[in-house]
């Protein structure tokens, strides 16, 4: 087996091993810039699955965020994943991993996306919490085009008008809340698919060519231990 110095020296003369720059700046030493990069390639990756899923939307999924690499003896790691301030942290995996309807997943997929047969996540019932009927609303509130309009009547008189204005806010609260209500419960028919933007992109941003050059970098052979945590 290649020597550590040896190699380092494959490696070329992008990284750092010296730890600190002048001027006080950080600089990153070859194991843990080759830890970053996959980071960094690993987050991109998911972005673009959420994107193509069309899973951005108020951009909780795609603030993922890596931690610095910590080292402890021989070995090195990091964390990805979300703050826990960031609502996605409690619900990403559903969506990572889709989550089976009631009678499992019915109705035709959209391009890409895949039947949660193996999610260890289904819905028990149809009952529905105010939570999930909020977030709904919530949503559609931030997509009105998906809310059909009704026709506006003309050559009302002001008083026909106020009254019309005050008709319409009171109808167009409770149709967008049984709108929301309606789709709780078909989500829940139906159940969530799977998008596998964690799961998926695992292999790809820390697979082979990545534990090969983590290797070179120790000058010795590597375990790679994945740990995935949720609550």
Not at 74 to 82: A, E, W
Not at 142 to 168: C, P, V
Request: no cysteine; proline share 2%.
């Amino acid at each position: 087996m290649a020597s550590i110095s040896q190699a380092q020296a494959s490696l070329g003369s992008d990284f750092d091993f010296g730890g600190i720059a002048r001027g006080g700046e950080v600089k990153l030493n070859s194991v843990e810039a080759i830890m970053a990069q996959a980071a960094v390639e690993f987050i991109e990756l998911a972005k673009k699955r959420l994107t193509e899923r069309k899973k951005i939307d108020t951009g909780n999924l795609s603030d993922i965020v890596v931690s610095s690499v910590t080292q402890n003896g021989t070995k090195y790691s990091l964390t990805i994943g979300y703050d826990k301030s960031n609502p996605a942290s409690k619900y990403y995996d559903f969506n990572d991993k889709g989550v089976k309807g009631i009678g499992g997943f019915k109705g035709k997929l959209p391009s890409g996306f895949h039947e949660p047969t193996n999610s260890p996540y289904s819905f028990k019932n149809l009952r529905l919490s105010s939570g999930f009927i909020d977030s709904i609303t919530r949503w559609y509130l931030r997509h009105k085009n998906y809310i059909r309009n009704e026709d506006q009547r003309r050559n009302l008189t002001g008083l026909q008008q106020r009254r019309r204005t005050l008709g319409n806010v009171v109808n167009q609260t409770e149709k967008l809340r049984n709108l929301a209500i309606a789709t709780a419960r078909n989500i829940k028919r139906k159940g969530i698919s799977r998008t596998g933007f964690f799961e998926d992109n695992i292999d790809i941003a820390f697979g082979p060519e990545f534990q090969a050059k983590l290797a070179q970098a120790l000058g010795q052979d590597i375990a790679l231990n994945i740990k995935q945590t949720f609550s």
